[in-house]
């Protein structure tokens, strides 16, 4: 398995993979940092230490690559002031910018042993189809070379929602989502029910996980509910003290 290339588009600082994503189906690449060097090609590993790069997916193309990268540019410091996106799915790269429909994911890069070490900054949701995956804040983030350098996410750290609930990521431990695919008709009001299905889902996730913490941490054991008085309480009088 040959390992991808990024190879700079025209004379701009934007790069195109030059395998691992279908043509006909969409186009991936990759925007450098403010501080990286351009060259004519770059590999995985050199992206992966690179703080400020963001990963592009798009449904197709750019025609006009340079407007393309001129809207871009002023769109990520919306996105984040902090430039923590980190990878970008956009699904109509060739509409006016306004109306871009994306998804993204943040991350935070920290020095590991043998370069950067990125987590997910916050919950990130991704449309595939009708159902969409949850990636949640604080799950690893590793580049797999077994994997063709494929980005993958530990399996405890990725959900999915279909149309019956939230089930866990089972059987796998690697994602490679190097495809994007937008309806044809979007359905906005049944997307934003299922990214607030995700989030409630995951909010009480973490409020388990929290009180079990603090139950652990005070020693605390909770016998019976509180406020919970049983008749026989209620009719007990205190008895008379001399």
Same mark, same amino acid.
């Given at each position: 398995?040959?390992?991808?290339?990024?190879?700079? &588009?025209?004379?701009?600082?934007?790069?195109?993979?030059?395998?691992?994503?279908?043509?006909?189906?969409?186009?991936?690449?990759?925007?450098?940092?403010?501080?990286? %060097?351009?060259?004519?090609?770059?590999?995985?590993?050199?992206?992966?230490?690179?703080?400020? /790069?963001?990963? *592009? #997916? *798009?449904?197709?193309?750019?025609?006009? #690559?340079?407007?393309?990268? /001129? !809207?871009? !540019? *002023?769109?990520?410091?919306?996105?984040?002031?902090? /430039?923590?996106?980190?990878?970008?799915?956009? $699904?109509?790269?060739?509409?006016?910018?306004? $109306?871009?429909?994306?998804?993204?994911?943040?991350?935070?890069?920290?020095?590991?042993?043998?370069?950067?070490?990125?987590?997910?900054?916050? %919950?990130?949701?991704?449309?595939?189809? !009708?159902?969409?995956?949850?990636?949640?804040?604080?799950?690893?983030?590793?580049?797999?070379?077994? #994997? !063709?350098?494929?980005?993958? #996410?530990?399996?405890?750290?990725?959900?999915?929602?279909?149309?019956?609930?939230?089930?866990?990521? %089972?059987?796998?431990? &690697?994602?490679?989502?190097?495809?994007?695919?937008?309806?044809?008709?979007?359905?906005?009001?049944?997307?934003?029910?299922? %990214?607030?299905? &995700?989030?409630?889902?995951?909010?009480?996730?973490?409020?388990?996980?929290?009180?079990?913490?603090?139950?652990?941490?005070?020693?605390?054991?909770? *016998?019976?509910?509180?406020? &919970?008085?049983?008749?026989?309480?209620?009719?007990?009088?205190?008895?008379?003290?001399?």
């Amino acid at each position: 398995m040959s390992t991808p290339i990024y190879r700079q &588009v025209q004379d701009l600082r934007l790069y195109s993979l030059d395998s691992g994503c279908p043509k006909q189906e969409c186009w991936a690449g990759y925007l450098p940092g403010p501080d990286a %060097q351009i060259t004519a090609a770059i590999y995985p590993a050199a992206t992966w230490n690179d703080p400020g /790069g963001v990963y *592009l #997916f *798009l449904k197709e193309a750019p025609a006009d #690559f340079s407007a393309f990268l /001129g !809207n871009l !540019n *002023l769109l990520l410091p919306k996105l984040s002031p902090t /430039g923590e996106v980190r990878i970008l799915w956009i $699904y109509n790269p060739n509409r006016d910018s306004a $109306y871009w429909q994306w998804d993204m994911l943040k991350a935070q890069a920290a020095q590991g042993v043998e370069g950067l070490d990125w987590t997910v900054a916050r %919950q990130a949701l991704f449309n595939i189809g !009708n159902y969409t995956v949850a990636i949640q804040p604080g799950a690893a983030m590793t580049l797999d070379e077994d #994997f !063709n350098c494929a980005i993958a #996410f530990a399996v405890d750290q990725v959900s999915f929602l279909g149309p019956n609930g939230v089930y866990p990521a %089972q059987g796998y431990s &690697v994602y490679r989502l190097s495809k994007v695919a937008q309806p044809a008709t979007p359905d906005t009001a049944r997307r934003q029910t299922e %990214q607030q299905q &995700v989030t409630s889902t995951l909010g009480q996730q973490e409020m388990v996980a929290y009180l079990d913490f603090l139950k652990h941490k005070a020693k605390v054991q909770i *016998l019976k509910p509180a406020g &919970v008085v049983s008749t026989e309480e209620k009719d007990q009088k205190p008895s008379d003290t001399k």
